[in-house]
């Protein structure tokens, strides 16, 4: 079965500083993976996305995501995260739906990030 | 462009009350999705529509909740008779086919 596991529940930063959130699934086929990031009282907003090809991916807001498959593993990553970053982040992953492409998404529990100034 | 359009955005009422909620898509996207998000659960997929036909409705909780779409540009969730435990943010999403999920600011919803 799919799942998606986000290991650190918080992480604290200090404003400048570069920040790694960690993902890792578990799928038997080829992922189709997401960030999203959620802030308080908004709906989930996509990051970025990948869904073939170049392993590291750019998104919006300064983000990348690295794909790395013998880990299971895509992380995201920001050089020097901004006071405005801090925010609840999830991965997610999706399975396939009756032949197309997408279906479901499977989230984590999502990481919380706060930035100090 | 506009985006997923949830009403409404906030619900107070007593136990027992029908609930409705009610979501308009992103235009041209042919998948729907109800989400309900928690504390304790976290995100989780109630349902989801493609092309307006219910695929998956094994997340919906209980007989209580259920979802129409009666067309291509109109869902709602309903949950009849409400109960306190059901209190939580409700989202609705869309995406085309082959694409990424987008998502609406959602309903929060509180059962007193």
């Known amino acids: 079965a799919q799942s998606v596991t986000q290991p650190d529940i918080h992480i604290t930063v200090s404003e400048g500083a570069s920040l790694e959130l960690r993902c890792n699934y578990s799928?038997?086929?080829?992922?189709?993976l997401f960030w999203y990031v959620q802030s308080p009282g908004q709906g989930l907003q996509l990051l970025l996305k990948y869904f073939s090809g170049d392993t590291l991916v750019q998104g919006i807001k300064g983000f990348e995501a690295e794909f790395k498959r013998s880990q299971s593993s895509f992380n995201l990553r920001k050089p020097s995260v901004h006071w405005s970053d801090a925010a609840e982040y999830f991965c997610a992953v999706a399975a396939p739906d009756r032949g197309s492409t997408l279906g479901r998404l499977y989230f984590g529990r999502g990481t919380q990030l706060t930035v100090w100034p | 462009d506009a985006g997923v359009i949830q009403s409404p955005r906030h619900e107070v009422t007593e136990m027992g009350q029908e609930v409705t909620l009610r979501c308009k898509p992103i235009s041209g996207h042919d998948y729907l999705f109800w989400y309900r998000q928690t504390m304790m659960r976290g995100l989780e997929l109630l349902i989801y529509f493609n092309n307006n036909v219910p695929i998956d409705d094994s997340g919906m909780p209980e007989d209580r909740f259920s979802a129409k779409m009666p067309n291509a540009s109109f869902s709602t969730l309903k949950i009849q008779p409400s109960e306190p435990r059901d209190s939580a943010v409700y989202f609705c999403a869309s995406s085309p086919t082959g694409g990424a999920q987008h998502f609406g600011d959602g309903t929060r919803l509180s059962i007193l």
């Open positions: 799928y038997g086929a080829t992922p189709y």
